[in-house]
């Protein structure tokens, strides 16, 4: 029984460390989620130009990914995170249309949205809980 607790109270701590865990932690969470997005997107049959607009914010996420690593400071941030939330709105926009709704839902857009505003709260927002 004390084993079952100890290992309880662990995993609650290893979550809420994960969830609280600044800049750096939302940057890796958009970085992995927009990766597995582009990938689950891709392995369908492709139309029109979704499949390089998923790639594209893919790759903008890994480049903020890697800068928050270098120069945590939002300004030396923000043309870096405005890359990606140009792209990121950019698909947003594409679920308007039904056919990409669904699609996008299917392939985890919806992982890739918390992810990002959880970036944005930590770029716009001092008060957020991932503001270092």
């Known amino acids: 029984m004390n ?3 100890t290992g309880l109270a662990l995993t609650v701590l290893l979550a809420g460390c ?7 932690a939302a940057a890796d969470r958009l970085d992995n989620t927009t990766h597995h997005f582009y ?12 499949a390089t607009d998923a790639a594209l914010l893919a790759e903008a996420a890994r480049d903020f990914n890697r800068a928050v690593d270098y120069n945590p400071s939002r300004e030396y941030l923000r043309p870096s995170f405005d890359r990606v939330a140009e792209r990121y709105h950019h698909l947003r926009r594409q679920l308007d249309d039904r056919d990409y709704y669904y699609r996008y839902q299917r392939a985890g857009f919806e992982g890739v949205t918390d992810a990002y505003l959880d970036v ?12 270092d």
Not at 39 to 50: F, I, K, M, N, W
């Open 39 to 50: 990938e689950r997107l891709h392995t369908e049959p492709v139309a029109g130009h979704t």
């Open 3 to 5: 084993r079952l607790c």
């Open 18 to 24: 994960s969830s609280t865990g600044g800049l750096g």
């Open 120 to 131: 944005d709260r930590a770029m716009n927002h001092a008060e957020s809980r991932y503001h």
